[in-house]
């Protein structure tokens, strides 16, 4: 607790299940909400070696501001990492002092945990000059980067501002998007929304197909499966299906949080592409959010630029496409606890980055002999 002249103003509050919902009405009402920082995120993530660990700072009872933190055990050089994605979560009545008192409560659970970090990777643009000098008063510093979208959330994004019409929305497309928009409605295919598990099973099936296709590792069935029980069950997600000749032929999740909606998973059948069915499910997805009254979708994660050279450019040509503005998030930043472990931990996240590049080549190499 925090006190002034004796009265109490601040205290913080490990939420449990009892407080879910006074927690995630917080989250979705914030300044910067984020599905990533529900509490329904942090019960998905627990069946992959994460405990999920929440914390609520109240002014006088009122909410003012939130975190969810992912707590993993390190086997090798002991302790624990906390992770927060996408968070922490500030309210419009949280001033500096009230952050400050937040933040050192939260260190006080990390050092109780036994952590050796907390890393996070906030909804903050590098524009944001004030936010992040003031993180780096708290003590966080930038954190190496693993991955091509700069970390462990993605640094790069588009995301589209849906304040407008429809039709303004489709004029500020490029016109070969627009073209191909329309290609896939004159084509026959149809989008709906997956109604059961059934659905999941389709959409999963092609996930898997287009993992192989283009080389990527997806997670266990069991995963969407809870997603879907989590999430699409209780229509804070949705999964988009695009038919064609009465056949699925791709599909999409998305994720609603607030006055955002995000695009988070995308598969594709590797039958029928040329009918450009995700030209399609990205628009329903739009007019979706829309229906929500969200005035942001965002696209997630596209590489830095769009050099040619980039085995992602043509990822970053289709999201652009849609007349949605490039981001750059502030990326990873981290607060260490105790030096020396946070080096080992740093000279092995290097030594992983290095080895998925080796596995990387190694898979390209194979596929050209």
């Given at each position: 607790m925090g006190a002034i002249g004796g009265r109490v103003l601040y205290k913080v509050h490990l939420i449990d299940e009892d407080k879910r919902e006074m927690y995630n009405r917080f989250v979705q009402t914030s300044l910067r909400p984020h599905f990533l920082q529900t509490y329904e995120w942090?019960?998905?993530?627990?069946?992959?070696?994460?405990?999920?660990?929440?914390?609520?700072?109240?002014?006088?009872?009122?909410?003012?501001?939130?975190?969810?933190?992912?707590?993993?055990?390190?086997?090798?050089?002991?302790?624990?990492?906390?992770?927060?994605p996408r968070g922490p979560v500030i309210g419009k009545g949280c001033d500096s002092?009230?952050?400050?008192?937040?933040?050192?409560?939260?260190?006080?659970?990390?050092?109780?945990?036994?952590?050796?970090?907390?890393?996070?990777?906030?909804?903050?643009?590098?524009?944001?000059r004030d936010a992040i000098a003031r993180l780096e008063d708290l003590g966080f510093r930038p954190a190496q980067s693993v991955g091509?979208?700069?970390?462990v959330q993605p640094r790069y994004v588009f995301r589209l501002d849906i304040t407008k019409t429809e039709d303004e929305l489709l004029a500020g497309m490029a016109s070969k998007t627009r073209y191909n928009l329309r290609l896939a409605a004159r084509r026959g295919v149809k989008v709906r929304t997956g109604e059961n598990k059934d659905d999941l099973q389709v959409?999963?099936?092609?996930?898997?197909?287009?993992?192989?296709?283009?080389?990527?590792?997806i997670r266990d069935y069991s995963y969407f499966k809870k997603m879907w029980d989590?999430?699409?069950?209780?229509?804070?997600?949705?999964?988009?299906?695009?038919?064609?000749?009465?056949?699925?032929?791709?599909?999409?999740?998305?994720?609603?949080?607030?006055?955002?909606?995000w695009y988070l998973?995308?598969?594709?059948?590797?039958?029928?592409?040329?009918?450009?069915?995700?030209?399609?499910?990205q628009w329903e997805m739009i007019r979706w959010a829309k229906s929500l009254n969200c005035t942001v979708y965002d696209m997630r994660g596209v590489p830095p630029s769009g050099d040619p050279d980039n085995p992602l450019a043509g990822l970053y040509r289709f999201k652009k496409g849609f007349g949605a503005e490039f981001t750059e998030f502030i990326g990873d930043y981290d607060l260490p606890?105790?030096?020396?472990?946070?080096?080992?931990?740093?000279?092995?996240?290097?030594?992983?980055?290095k080895y998925l590049n080796y596995v990387k080549h190694k898979q390209m190499g194979q596929e050209e002999n």
């Open positions: 942090g019960e998905l993530k627990s069946g992959t070696g994460w405990r999920p660990l929440r914390l609520m700072l109240t002014r006088d009872d009122t909410p003012i501001a939130a975190i969810s933190l992912l707590q993993r055990k390190l086997p090798l050089i002991g302790g624990s990492i906390f992770y927060a002092e009230g952050e400050e008192f937040f933040w050192q409560e939260v260190k006080k659970l990390g050092r109780k945990q036994g952590a050796i970090l907390i890393k996070i990777d906030p909804d903050i643009t590098v524009q944001e091509g979208f700069g970390g959409f999963y099936d092609i996930l898997k197909e287009t993992a192989e296709r283009d080389r990527f590792l989590l999430f699409i069950a209780a229509d804070t997600a949705r999964l988009f299906l695009a038919e064609y000749q009465g056949k699925v032929i791709a599909g999409t999740i998305a994720f609603h949080c607030g006055d955002r909606v998973y995308g598969a594709s059948s590797n039958q029928h592409r040329n009918v450009m069915p995700n030209y399609l499910l606890f105790s030096p020396v472990r946070y080096f080992l931990w740093q000279w092995g996240m290097a030594a992983y980055e």
